[in-house]
Structure formats: C-alpha cells, structure tokens
C-alpha cells in the first residue's frame, strides 16, 4: 500500500511526534533538563495536532465545519491556560485528579462518537473491542477522577466508605462490563449493550474509589494516570492511530510505576492495589479503637520552649506531610531553616514517597518555597542519619512516622517503611490537634519521652519558631 | 485476528517498554511534574476528537466531538504550562531567588 504525499507528510509528523514525546519525558529524568524536555513535548503535540487537521481535511476529507472545533479550541486553551497560571501549588493533587477526568472525558466521547457514526453490524472484531474497552476505561477514568476530586477537595467523606458485598459486587460489575463487551464482538451491531458499557463504566468509577481512604489517594491517582493512558491507546488500536498507542501506553504506564512505587512505599501488595480494595477493612477498627486512648499521655510543650530545643540544634532534619500543605506552611518551613542555617545549624528535609496526597507533592511545595532541591533527601538515602541528628521537625506528618509501622503487627500501616524521626535526639511534632491522622491510626511516636508536640497551626508556630530564633 | 491488530500490539508493547525504561529514571523529586506532564501528553486524545467535532456528522456527535476537544485542550494547554511553572521552582543550592 502506498501512501499519498500528503499522507506520507502526515505520518512523519505523527512519527515525529511520538519521538519527541519520549524524547521529552526522557529529559524530564533531570531537573537539569526537565524544561527542555517540556518544550520537545509541546513541539511534539503541535505536530500531532497539525497532522490530524491535514490528514482530516486533504486525505480524507472527514473534517468539512470549523466552528465547533475553532470555539471548542480557543475555549479550551483559555480554560487550560487559567488552570495553568493560577492553580496554587497545594492544590496540585486536585488538578491532577481533575486532569484525569478530563482527560478520561474526551477518550469516552471520542469513543461514543465512533460507534454513534461507524458502529453496527459491519464494524471489525478490533474496532469494536478497542471502542468498547476505551469508552468503558474512559468512563471509569473520569467519575473515579471525579470521585478523587472530591475526596481531596473535602466535597466527599476522606475517609472509605464500605458496606458488606463490596468486592463481591465491584467484581460482578467488571465481569459484567467485560462480558457486554464480548457480546459486542460477537453483535457488533447491539447498540444497547454498548451504551451499557459506557453506563457501567461511569458507574464503576464511583464504585471503585468509594472505598479508598484520603491517606491511600496517591495510589488512586496514579492507577486513574494509568487507566487514562490505557484508554487512550484503547483509541489508537479503534482508530488505527500509532501515535495515539504510544502516547496511551506511555501514559499508561507511567502511572502503573508510579502506582507500583507508591504501594511498594506503603508495603501494600501489587494486586491489592489493582484491584482497589485496599484502606477498607483494618481502618475502620483503628479508627473505633482510636477512641480511648491509653497509656502516657504525649508531652506537649509550648512553643517557647520547642524554640528553646531548636537554638540548641547543631543539625535538624525536617520531616514535611499533608499537614505542611493544608496549612501552606512551606515558605514558613523555608524562613525557619535560614534562621537556623544562619545560626550555623544544618538544615535537611526528609522526604516520604507518599508523604502528601500525590507523589512528589512536597518535593513541589519545597520547590515553591524555593529550597534547593539538593536539601530534600529520599526516605532510603537519610534514614540511618536520624540517629545523629538533634531534632527531626515534623511538620504535619504522621503515617509516615509512625513506629508502629516496624513493632505492632496488628497495625494496618504494619510494615510500611517509616522515616526514623523517633531515632532523633529530640523530635519535635507540629499538630493541629491531638486527634488521630486522617487514616485514623493511633501514633505512638507522640507518647515517647524524646517527642515534644507543639499543637496550633503549623504555619504561625513555625513563623513564632523563627520570630524566638531572630530575637 | 488482523495484521493492524499485531502491528497495534508491537507498536503498544514496544512503547511501553521504552516508556518504563524512561519513566523509571525519574528521581521522585521530579513525579508531580511527570504526572501533570504525561496528563499534558495525554491530550493526544485530540487526535480522534478533532475529526469527530469537524467531521460531517449529526448534531450529537458533533457536541459530543466538540466537548472532548474543550477536555483535551484544557488538559494539553494546562498540563504544558503547570509542568513547565513547576519545573521553574525547582532550583539546586545557590540558585537566585
């Protein structure tokens, strides 16, 4: 089969296209390259772009009116562009989550589309499947992400909601969904079995994420990163479109490593985490259990006396969670360390894989806060220093410190790695209150002799940490 | 099955092989701008949209095209610029404020 010139021109720039993609996400690798790598991107999706619009207008001739996609572009552009500007940095887990549903959106539509203008009895054993899979995916992908938005934004209860069945019923419900689509390569032409698809997708999505906890939400985002991707390449196979397979399968499986890591991070196993049934059950005791507290009760100190312990400190690792973010406690946390470090005091951050509500999270809160990304340290690069260190500040963390995670097996974090705060000289906690995390899980880092819990808002007691070390 | 299915599968797997070689090398410093950068890339959903939104179809699937174009677009243009302002944060030791 030989090609048009034109054709021939359109593929290159989808070929082009897909090299610069991985070209791009290659550079992403460094900090040092990563805006370039941007750029290739951005050249990369300009090319597929004008590709579709040259192959839809002078090889096939498909696309006869502009208006809906001129006013669909410019609306979309200037939507993306607020988005793009203005969001604040600690409301990027909900971005991305909403990112996701649009993205999840627009693969659905297109798949609808398909089968609304090419669908019947004639339509292949693959256009049919890859059409079925791709609307099903993409209708997961977006009410799960809605879903997750929700959750993150505080719209929905953070924390899983279960009921008796709910595995049973979710797996009846995918065995459903994959049966509709089997029937359709068999009667590509059952229209209603393939809007049943689309309708069970949707109502998967909700399903599925119902269950997970706000603590788990880095996983979920990043399994609803890879479904969006499996989506799309689910459209590339449908379309017969190469550049859309491999965007779909990168995607697709950036976000099962990412997934991957973040459950290896919480010591949940792979399977646990693909089939989403995981923040349900052990919680829901922790969180009755977490009622009476019992034994010694957790030393809280004022913020005179934390601020005493911090002019004392030769060295300070600060260990950042959620708690940072929710209280946009980062430019604080950056003040605070350049007191310290102009004190002669070394000053290091300890970051957690989940530490936050997507991976990465606090790395870009720091980021903002413009601490030098040669300060922040992965959990397995400064655990051991712990022990040489006079204060480890956790700053809205908990989860992640917490020891029960190495000694009391009956803990639903058991086996989770920790940063070893607790091994620090003196470690100081800054807590809104003295109730449990949002996991609901009990800490007995608090209850030990060498802690101090500071309560309040993290953000004026570290601004009053700063204003005591200035005096 | 076809030989458009088989050459779809090498093209997928081979992709996605040279995708986990590439994404595995992201340091976790740099994972929230990896996910708003693969969201960006994953607008290459316009690919398919934009031939439904122009194509010379009913209304449905126009409007239908038309709103998977906006979420592409929202996802392409935003996802582009939230990498590239993330990215311009992250500086090593002396670096200027």
């Known amino acids: 089969m030989t090609l048009s010139t034109t054709e021939t021109f359109v593929q290159l720039l989808y070929l082009a296209a897909s090299i610069l993609f991985i070209l791009g996400l290659r550079d992403l690798g460094d900090a040092q390259t990563a805006r370039r790598g941007v750029l290739l991107a951005e050249v990369g999706m300009v090319a597929a772009v004008a590709g579709t619009l040259l192959y839809g207008v002078a090889v096939t001739g498909v696309i006869v009116r502009w208006e809906w996609i001129l006013v669909a572009l410019l609306i979309g ?36 589309v398909e089968y609304l203008e090419h669908g019947g009895p004639k339509m292949s054993t693959l256009q049919v499947t890859a059409t079925g899979l791709e609307v099903a995916l993409g209708a997961l992908t977006f009410t799960g992400s809605l879903m997750a938005f929700g959750k993150l934004q505080g719209f929905i209860t953070g924390r899983p909601v279960t009921y008796p069945g709910q595995n049973a019923s979710n797996g009846l419900l995918i065995a459903g969904t994959l049966g509709l689509i089997g029937l359709l390569v068999y009667q590509p032409g059952a229209a209603w079995a393939f809007y049943a698809v689309a309708a069970l997708g949707v109502l998967l999505g909700v399903l599925l994420v119902l269950p997970i906890g706000g603590a788990d939400m880095p996983v979920v985002i990043c399994l609803l990163n890879s479904y969006a991707g499996l989506a799309a390449a689910a459209t590339g196979f449908a379309l017969g479109n190469n550049v859309l397979i491999i965007c779909g399968a990168l995607d697709g499986f950036s976000g099962f490593i990412l997934g991957m890591m973040m459950s290896k991070a919480m010591n949940r196993s792979f399977t646990n985490v693909l089939f989403g049934a995981f923040g349900a059950e052990p919680e829901g005791k922790a969180v009755a259990a977490g009622a009476a507290p019992t034994g010694p009760a957790p030393n809280v100190g004022s913020v005179e006396e934390a601020a005493e312990v911090l002019r004392a400190a030769r060295s300070v690792i600060v260990v950042p969670g959620y708690g940072m973010a929710v209280s946009q406690a980062q430019h604080a946390v950056r003040d605070l360390a350049n007191a310290l470090q102009s004190q002669g005091c070394d000053v290091r951050y300890a970051i957690h894989p989940v530490a936050g509500r997507m991976p990465g999270h606090m790395n870009v809160l720091l980021a903002e806060a413009n601490v030098p990304y040669d300060q922040l340290f992965d959990l397995e690069v400064i655990n051991d220093d712990f022990g040489a260190t006079d204060v480890a500040l956790v700053v809205g963390a908990n989860d992640v410190v917490n020891p029960a995670a190495r000694s009391n097996p009956s803990s639903p974090i058991y086996g989770m790695p920790i940063l070893a705060a607790d091994s620090a000289k003196t470690c100081l906690v800054l807590k809104r209150s003295l109730n449990p995390g949002f996991a609901g899980i009990e800490n007995e880092l608090f209850v030990r002799s060498n802690t101090m819990m500071v309560l309040g808002d993290a953000k004026k007691t570290i601004s009053q940490f700063t204003a005591a070390l200035k005096e | 099955m076809s030989l458009t299915l088989i050459f779809g599968l090498y093209v997928f797997f081979l992709a996605a092989f040279t995708g986990y070689q590439v994404i595995s090398k992201v340091p976790h410093l740099l994972h929230t701008p990896l996910m708003a950068f693969t969201n960006a890339i994953s607008g290459i959903s316009l690919v398919g949209s934009l031939l439904a939104a122009g194509g010379h179809y009913g209304t449905l699937s126009t409007v239908l095209g038309a709103v998977a174009v906006l979420a592409a677009t929202i996802n392409v243009v935003g996802g582009f610029l939230i990498t590239d302002r993330m990215l311009r944060m992250f500086k090593k030791k002396g670096g200027t404020r």
């Not at chain 1, 552009?77 to 793009?84: L, N, P």
């Not at chain 1, 909900?94 to 659905?108: C, K, N, Q, T, Y």
Request: charged residues 10%.
């Open chain 1, 77 to 112: 552009s200037a939507i993306g562009t607020g988005m793009g500007l203005w969001i604040p940095m600690t409301k990027m887990p909900e971005r991305i989550a909403l990112s996701h549903a649009f993205g999840g959106l627009a693969v659905g539509l297109v798949g609808v």
